[in-house]
């Protein structure tokens, strides 16, 4: 799991490099709030896995 956040991280840092040496705006939440919206989403979703998986 590290691996691969940390793959994940380097390509998020190369598209961000890329996105603003060809102008571009960032494909990402421009605030913090925006990026909790984001782990939350992740972590709602994680919590409905759990709870399908301890009720089968």
Known sequence: MI???FLAM???IVIGVVFKLI???LP???VLAG???VAG???GGKIIE???M???
Do not use: C, S, T
Request: hydrophobic share 55%.
């Open 35 to 37: 990026v909790l919206g």
């Open 3 to 5: 691996k691969e956040a």
């Open 54 to 56: 301890r009720f089968q």
């Open 23 to 25: 102008k571009l705006p």
């Open 10 to 12: 380097i390509a998020g």
């Open 50 to 52: 759990v709870l399908f």
């Open 41 to 43: 989403v992740y972590i």
């Open 28 to 30: 990402a939440p421009p």
